[in-house]
Structures are given as structure tokens and as C-alpha cells.
């Protein structure tokens, strides 16, 4: 079945790329298992390739020049690629609902390759059923969790985002403004903090790359995949588990939350409890 024909919803996937990247520039066509697999966007679009149909798809990239060979390729896959604001991606997500109306929007991010579409599909029902203006899954691993929003609430938070953040995230407002209906869809996974499948820098294509090529010789995908790798070799998670995710919390006591945990990771025991007690006073 269609995610497109399900409930008769128009449903919308936008995928942000850009070439630019502070740690890993050009990552979201570098090729998966290096040096000589499939590009990292190309992994995307043929998993929702499974399920959507071609003019659900929408890369959404940056107008600026280096992100021309993103718009080759797409083109080369026939698939709609968007040029907007570099740094004001929001924009970007309000252009194309105002072009196409969807009914819901995914949003999805060039450098988050694994999808479970079985999950996926499962969370998908639940938002429409739980009629949410924005939802988002828990406990997959990091890279792996899904974000869907109803595209009248997207126009809508517009009128709430007011920093260079909101509009680079695109979905803070929805997330923090009481005026949206959020709901939180909880998977039977606590993997979140533990796993670390997203692409931001070499140790992450190690690691991509290997569950990749795993991938191609046992035909696994998802979270399938995930417990194999997870049973069969455990140590494999270990290449980027040392890693810290960049910032992207929009208010400040998730902020100070994220850093207590980095503290108490790198064993700075005494500031992460003087966090804590600042932040429970």
C-alpha cells in the first residue's frame, strides 16, 4: 500500500540536503559503503522510494551554487529538487506547502540514511488518528526517529519563529508553542542516546558505511538491521559512540539537560551536579 492512499491523506516527504557542513562537508553525496556505493541521498530516496510515490518526494536544498550537483542528481532520479534560503530552511518548507498543500509533511534529513518503513507506516497512522499538528517517534536510535506535521500548522508556526534557530530547524515553534497539538509516539526501542546512526563526521561514515554493506549481505534494513549488527557485533557501535551531537534544543532547560549529560559522559561529575542543582531550583 501507498502511504499516499492511506486514509485518502495527501502526505509530503521534504528532505533538507545542502553541501555545505561544518564538520563533513559535501557528506550528503558521499558514496555508502565507501568509496564505491550509492550516494548518502540516493539511500534515502530509495527507501521512501518503497512506499511513496515520486512526486511525494522533495529535496529541498540551498540556492546557493555548490548545491547544483544535488539538483543534477535528483534530476538524474527524477525527482523534484527545491533551491531556497541557505540558512532559512523553514522558508524553504512554507514555499513548497504553499506550492503542493499537503495535507502532512515528513521531514527528513540528507544525512539520516536507515528508515524503518514498517515503523514509519505504523507511526504515520497514529498521527492521523491522533489528529496531531505535530508529531515525532522515541527510542529509535539517533538519526533514525521520524518528524510529521500537518501542513496548515507549518504556515501556522510561521508567525511563532522568531530566531535564526527556529528557522534552521525548522520545527522548533511546532515543538514549543501551546497553540499546536504535539504528540510523542513511543516505540518499544531505548536507543535514542545509546546508537548514533546520522552522518555528521568520518567516524560516522565508518560506521554507515559498514551497516550498509551489512545491509547489502544479509538484505536487513531498519531496525532489523539494528539488532543483527547490535547481536552479531556488538563493538561495531563503539567507532562513534564518543561522539557529541550538535545543539539543537530550543529551550534552554533541554539545553542545560543536554549538557549534564555530556558532562556526566565525560566523567565532569561535579559540574554536571552543579547543573543539576541549578536547573531543579
Not at 525548522?170 to 546520522?198: H, M, Q
Not at 560516522?204 to 551497516?211: H, N, Q
Not at 550498509?212 to 531498519?222: E, H
Not at 563493538?235 to 561522539?243: R, S
Amino acid at each position: 500500500m501507498e502511504v499516499g492512499q492511506l486514509d485518502n491523506k495527501k502526505i509530503g516527504c521534504i528532505i533538507q540536503a545542502r553541501m555545505s557542513s561544518t564538520r563533513l562537508p559535501g557528506k550528503v553525496l558521499l558514496p555508502i559503503p565507501f568509496p564505491d556505493g550509492k550516494p548518502l541521498l540516493g539511500l534515502i530516496l530509495d527507501n521512501l522510494a518503497d512506499v511513496f510515490k515520486e512526486e511525494q518526494i522533495i529535496v529541498a536544498s540551498s540556492s546557493d551554487k555548490e548545491n547544483d550537483v544535488i539538483q543534477e542528481y535528483c534530476e538524474k532520479r527524477n525527482i523534484k529538487c527545491y533551491r531556497g534560503s541557505e540558512h532559512n530552511v523553514l522558508s524553504r518548507f512554507v514555499a513548497l506547502q504553499n506550492e503542493f498543500n499537503f495535507e502532512h509533511i515528513f521531514r527528513f534529513t540528507a544525512d539520516n540514511p536507515i528508515i524503518d518503513i514498517k515503523i514509519l507506516l505504523e507511526f504515520l497512522k497514529w498521527h492521523i488518528k491522533e489528529s496531531n499538528d505535530y508529531s515525532t517517534s522515541m527510542g529509535l536510535p539517533l538519526g533514525m526517529n521520524f518528524e510529521v506535521f500537518k501542513g496548515v500548522a507549518l504556515l501556522e508556526s510561521v508567525k511563532h519563529a522568531d530566531s535564526d534557530f527556529d528557522k534552521e530547524h525548522v520545527t522548533p515553534a511546532l515543538k514549543r508553542e501551546n497553540c499546536f497539538k504535539k504528540g510523542y509516539f513511543k516505540t518499544e526501542f531505548d536507543y535514542t542516546s545509546k546508537i548514533r546512526l546520522t552522518v555528521d563526521t568520518v567516524e560516522d561514515i565508518l560506521l554507515i558505511s559498514t551497516y550498509r554493506k551489512l545491509s547489502l549481505i544479509t538484505n536487513l534494513s531498519g531496525m532489523n538491521l539494528v539488532n543483527y549488527t547490535l547481536s552479531s557485533y556488538p563493538w561495531l557501535n563503539e567507532i562513534n559512540k564518543q561522539l557529541i551531537q550538535k545543539n539543537s534544543c530550543s529551550e534552554e532547560k533541554d539545553e542545560i539537560q543536554n549538557a549534564i549529560s555530556i558532562l556526566r559522559q565525560l566523567e565532569y561529575n561535579k559540574s554536571a551536579f552543579y547543573l543539576s542543582e541549578k536547573l531543579s531550583s
